[in-house]
């Protein structure tokens, strides 16, 4: 069987492509011009080159039964709204409509977590949670919220779509990294001598790859599955990596309010002064809820792994130390 995949080359793009390969599909990718092919290297994967929206895309489509649609834009800068609009949102509807056209006959498409929103003061959710659009902190998940809806109203037209949301993954070919690899990396630097009280639901990446073809082989159309497994407060995976590296974990927390303003004057005052901003003002509102979940229907009705999250922050420190991100 031959699948059409978006987004092989990032983080979990690349684990789901080997996981396709080892199950027995042939795989063919869709790359845009200026990706970073490292995590494709070396694997029997047919490479087409192209963009989200273009209108030809099904041509590329032709002759696979399924689609896994995982690329997305992430961003936190408020000058990216409308490049993130036009890849997650407009992107995702043309990539919908290629597939119909390509007469695919299933499609998995890699929604967030960040769509579902949080709940109240800690509160862990499910899929039937949904925060409405206007508290969706950042431009970001508002865009995966509509992305997803896309997929919804896809699905209700009879389109066979399965929407899986992901937390945040944990474990090697993290190349860019995701926000989870730059607290590893910032941890493994020693570039994090204070943290955020804050908190997230963690996942190994691999396991995140398995959601994704139990979700293709498993999943109901126009159902949404929350890929995680674990709560832990920042502190808790701090606590986590200062064991495994045998370094120290940070143990004091800084007040929300002292990275709103460094962002706050980042982003409003010297970004527009042409200089380069180091932390974006709605990855700091975000920083401030803690995004707790609750993965049970999944396991329940993919049978998703639930594996050791202390094994993939091992591999993934291990990776991030052998490629040279940490001198």
Request: hydrophobic content about 40%; overall charge positive; glycine content about 8%.
């Amino acid at each position: 069987m031959q699948v059409f995949v978006t987004g092989g080359t990032g983080f979990i793009g690349a684990h789901l492509v080997r996981l396709l390969l080892e199950q027995g599909y042939a795989v063919k990718a869709l790359v845009r011009p200026s990706s970073n092919l490292d995590n494709l290297r070396g694997l029997d994967v047919a490479i087409v080159q192209g963009d989200l929206n273009d209108p030809n895309l099904w041509q590329q489509m032709v002759g696979c039964q399924y689609l896994f649609h995982v690329a997305a834009h992430y961003s936190l800068w408020q000058k990216d709204r409308e490049l993130l609009y036009r890849h997650n949102v407009l992107g995702t509807r043309n990539v919908l409509a290629a597939a119909r056209k390509a007469e695919i006959e299933r499609t998995v498409y890699t929604s967030s977590v960040a769509a579902i929103g949080v709940g109240s003061s800690g509160q862990i959710v499910d899929e039937t949670h949904q925060s409405p659009i206007d508290k969706l902190v950042s431009d970001y998940k508002k865009s995966k919220f509509l992305a997803e809806q896309e997929a919804m109203k896809a699905a209700a037209k009879g389109q066979e779509v399965v929407v899986v949301n992901p937390s945040s993954p944990i474990g090697a070919l993290d190349i860019k990294p995701t926000p989870t690899g730059d607290i590893i990396l910032r941890f493994l630097r020693r570039q994090m001598p204070v943290y955020l009280d804050t908190g997230l639901n963690f996942i190994d990446v691999q396991d995140v790859a398995w959601g994704h073809l139990l979700a293709l082989q498993r999943g109901k159309s126009g159902d949404r599955y929350i890929l995680g497994h674990q709560n832990l407060t920042l502190k808790q995976l701090l606590e986590e990596l200062a064991e495994i590296t045998g370094m120290s974990a940070p143990q004091r927390t800084v007040p929300a309010w002292l990275p709103l303003s460094v962002a706050w004057i980042d982003e409003k005052i010297l970004a527009p002064l042409g200089k380069s901003p180091s932390v974006p003002l709605d990855g700091v509102r975000m920083a401030k809820q803690p995004m707790y979940y609750d993965a049970s229907k999944a396991v329940r009705e993919l049978s998703l792994p639930q594996s050791s999250l202390n094994a993939a922050l091992k591999e993934a420190v291990h990776w991030f130390i052998s490629r040279g991100y940490v001198k």
